[in-house]
Structures are given as C-alpha cells and as structure tokens.
C-alpha cells in the first residue's frame, strides 16, 4: 500500500479514474488502464489508471471532484493506494458458465460486490452474459430478485399499491401514460417508476421527462402519491434496485440485451422496494418482440407470476399484439404528442384500446369492476375527460405545464418522409427495423427524434404515399436514419395477388 497525495482534475468522465505519473506507476509495479483501489479514512473507491508524463507530477494521483467528494477527502490530502484484487465472488460468475447452480448467499455475495463498485465493466457483462447464456432456475431469479430489492432504497405506503409494467420489446408502446392518471382518477394508489429505455426507441421515464420531471426522491414520493394517487417517475433517482441501474447502463443499452432472468429480477425487484400489491404484467408478443411466439409469452406469464407469488405480489399477465409498433409516434416527443391526443380523445384506437383493458385489469383486481368489465369502466374514464383532469395534476406536481397540449411539445426540425415504391397493401411492418431507425435519427437520447408511422399493417398504400416520417435535431442523422429505412425497408408491400405458380405451358 502506497499514500499520495490528491490533486483534483477537472475532466468529465463517466467512470473514476486515476491520472499517475508513470514514474509512479512504474515504481507501484502498475500498468495504465489497470485497476487499484483508492482509500481514505472514511471512503473507499475503484479507479482505472491513467498513466501520464506530464499532466501530473510524480508522488501525486488525480482524481476527478465526485471522486474526491466521495473519498470525504481535502485539498492535498493523502490518500492509500493498492493493487485491486479481484472479489472473490467472481469465481460463481465464472462456474457458472460449467451450468453451476448459485446458492443464495453467492447471489447475494456478487449482488453486493457489484452495487459496491468492486467489479469492471468486463465483469459486470460477464455476470450478464452468463445469465443471457446460461440462464437461472426459478430459485436462483427469487435470490438475486431479494438480493437486489434489499440492497437498495424502499418506500412503504402504508397502503395497497397498484402498478402496470410492460417488458418491452415493441417501438410505441406509450401506454403507461394513459394507464396511470386512469387508475388514479379512480382513486386507487399507483405511483409508477419507469426504466429509461433499454431496446427501445424511449421507456416510459423518457417519454413521461418531455412533459414534466421525472427525478424525485423516496421521501418526495411518499409525500406527493398519496395526494395524488398516480405519479410518473424515473426509478434510477431512487436507487430503488443499484445493481438494475448497472446492469442496464453498462451492458444492456450498449449490447442491445436483456436476460431473461434480469428482467424478471429487474421488475420484481423494483416492485417490492416500492409495495407494490397488485400488478398487470404487459407480455408484447409477435415477430420482432422479446416473446416471439404465444407459446414463449405464455411460458413467461407463468414464471412472472409464480415469482409474484413468492414474492407476495397478486399478478395478472397480459399477452398483447406486438407484430407492429403501437400507435403512430415511435421516440419521446412524439409519443408524449400521441399520450396526450389519446387522453384528449384523438388518438389511435389501438393506444386507447390496449390502455383500457390494462387499467380495466387493475379495476378488476381492486373490486371496482367485475370481470370482463374493467375495460369498459376505464374507456368510461378516458372519455369523460377524468383521465385528463388527473394527468394535468400529476404533470403540474411534477413540475411541468398542467396545461399543455399536443402542439405545444416540439419534435426535431429536420425531416424526411418514405414514400411507398408501388401500389399494394402492407404486409409486414418490422419493428426491429423501426426500432434502428429511431435510434440513427437520435432517440431516445434526443428526445425531439424519432419516426411517425403515417401507414401501417393491413394499409393499402398507392404508389409514393407516404410511409412514414423521420425526425431529428441533426442533418447529419437524419440522413443516416433514411439511409437505413432506404437499406433495410421496414415495409413489405404486396398486391391481392402475392405470388404466381404455373404448370407450364399447354402441351
């Protein structure tokens, strides 16, 4: 172990580093773009080395200001310097790759190492890929589901609590938006926290964020929800799940993944932090979805619900269209633009119909409606102007304009529509194409991008109608995006006559 003495640098990095002197380095028996473990008297952090000549003198070490706030550390104070070892958890991420089974207290052993900083980047996508790749029984997805909720922060409501979650996997699926000031406005508690978009072009936080904030504290929660019934949050403020928020910064978003068992410890794990009681489990299903085929979304609403069970939560899973994005509006402005008309009574029936029957659900499993009626009470909500009333309260106490309209929400100022090449109907809309287009044009990181669908599956399009149009806030990726809807063709278009077969000519 090795002290020296701290000087700050003001370079904006994601990660923590440490600037040494190669002088130094070489002295510490340490190579740039290692890891060391750097400690003062009340904090300990891991950084990766940045060796240097001359940005920083021999004898010191640089550490950006967070570093240095987290470290409770003053100017030119000393700090320990040693070699980091590799946590011994580790090796359970590594067996599992010979198909070991993970007891609850290894779960809980890498779940702690993890959310503590002591792992790389390289070896938090190990732990990832070995779920994505291996797999875990339903016991072990229960361990690392408890282990993640008791690591993070939890927020008791001294009341029942109800949420809606969606898995993903479909572009436009912007229903939360609907769903809560539904359930709200019947006076049911439902204060939804969302993911920030993992495999789509924007999460409900995304989309929820063009309209008001979304970043509140546990304790802000606990005071606003019970007065409004509903709220619309981004869970990563509330460190509700650490290790969820990790996992999908550092591997999922940048590999395009989601594990099976992740997901369900992601959702779970963030549910019983927050109290929830009742649930309806969205299940997108269809080519193009993360559950391809019926049989996949049925086998899934059974572990869902099973983990519900152990878990104490009441869960009802719903198997939804999802061979088509949902709606029109594809990215955050546009899909808070189509939350908005659809609130308002313009929107698309399919936003409106999916919305209903998932609040109708949660109607059903507090009372409030029989079943097979929830549906109707809730479009009842939706159309009387009730759901609008509540969703301007909720965005004015979450600090946005209760007044604002579809209009008011700005999309990105550079454009470009498809056209369709020949007559025929639309045959097949691919998400996963849509889904790419979205991002080259900018979203969800640039929440005015995105794609609005002018036709969709069953359309008849003549030829040059319009397809679809693509927005950004930059040329540049506006004509990346259209390269790719030119390259990939997210429709396939086909006459009343698909194919022709023929015997030959007459002998």
């Known amino acids: 172990m090795t002290s020296l003495k701290t000087k700050k640098f003001d370079l904006n990095t994601e990660r923590d580093f440490a600037l040494i002197n190669s002088q130094t380095l070489s002295n510490l028996k340490m190579k740039h773009s290692s890891y060391i473990k750097v400690k003062s008297d009340s904090a300990e952090i891991m950084c990766e080395i940045i060796a240097t000549e001359n940005l920083i003198e021999p004898e010191l070490i640089g550490l950006k200001e967070s570093s240095i706030k987290l470290l409770n550390i003053k100017k030119d104070q000393k700090v320990s310097v040693y070699a980091r070892r590799k946590p011994a958890s580790l090796e359970h991420v590594k067996n599992k790759r010979i198909g070991s089974v993970w007891k609850e207290n290894q779960i809980r052993s890498i779940v702690n190492d993890i959310c503590s900083g002591q792992y790389t ?90 309209l008001c904030d979304v970043n509140f504290s546990a304790d802000e929660i606990l005071e606003i929800a019970p007065k409004t019934r509903g ?43 927050t109290g929830v009681d009742y649930l ?13 085929t019926k049989e996949d979304a049925i086998n899934y609403a059974h572990e869902a619900t099973e983990l519900g069970r152990r878990l104490g939560i009441q869960i009802e899973g719903a198997l939804s269209y999802g061979e088509q994005p949902l709606g029109k509006a594809i990215g955050p402005a546009l899909e808070a633009r189509e939350a908005l008309n659809v609130i308002m009574g313009k929107g698309p029936t399919s936003v409106f119909e999916k919305s209903a029957e998932l609040a109708g659900i949660l109607f059903e499993m507090a009372g409030l409606a029989q079943p097979g009626q929830g549906a109707s009470l809730a479009s009842d909500y939706i159309e ?29 100022e550079y454009t470009a529509t498809v056209t369709a090449p020949k007559d025929g109907y639309i045959v097949k809309l691919s998400n996963s194409t849509i889904k790419k287009i979205a991002f080259a044009a900018g979203a969800p990181k640039h929440k005015v ?43 396939i278009l086909e006459g009343m006559i698909i194919k022709r077969i023929s015997s030959g000519p007459k002998v």
């Open 384 to 412: 009387k102007g009730k759901t609008k009333e509540k969703m301007e309260e909720i965005i004015g106490v979450q600090g946005g304009n209760s007044t604002v309209t579809p209009d008011d929400i700005l999309v990105g």
């Open 280 to 292: 309806v489990l969205d299940i997108p299903t269809g080519e193009g979805t993360k559950m391809p």
């Open 121 to 210: 980047d390289l070896e938090i996508s190990m732990f990832t890929l070995a779920q994505f790749y291996k797999g875990l029984n339903m016991d072990e997805i229960q361990f690392l589901t408890s282990s993640m909720s008791e690591y993070g922060t939890t927020i008791d409501f001294d009341e029942p609590v109800y949420d809606k979650h969606s898995i993903g996997g479909i572009p436009g699926n912007k229903v939360s938006l609907i769903i809560v000031p539904t359930v709200a406005a019947a006076g049911l508690l439902i204060p939804k926290t969302s993911s920030r978009a993992i495999t789509s072009p924007s999460g409900t936080a995304d989309t929820m964020e063009v």
């Open 449 to 491: 991008s995105g794609v609005y669908l002018h036709k969709k599956l069953g359309d008849y399009c003549a030829k040059d109608d319009e397809l679809m149009t693509i927005y950004s806030n930059s040329e540049g990726r506006l004509t990346e995006a259209l390269n790719l809807s030119m390259n990939l063709s997210p429709y």
């Open 231 to 273: 709220m619309l949050v981004w869970g990563g403020t509330l460190d509700l799940s650490p290790l969820d928020e990790i996992v999908i910064h550092r591997v999922e978003q940048p590999l395009g993944i989601d594990p099976h068992s992740q997901m369900l410890a992601s959702i779970f794990s963030k549910k019983v932090s």
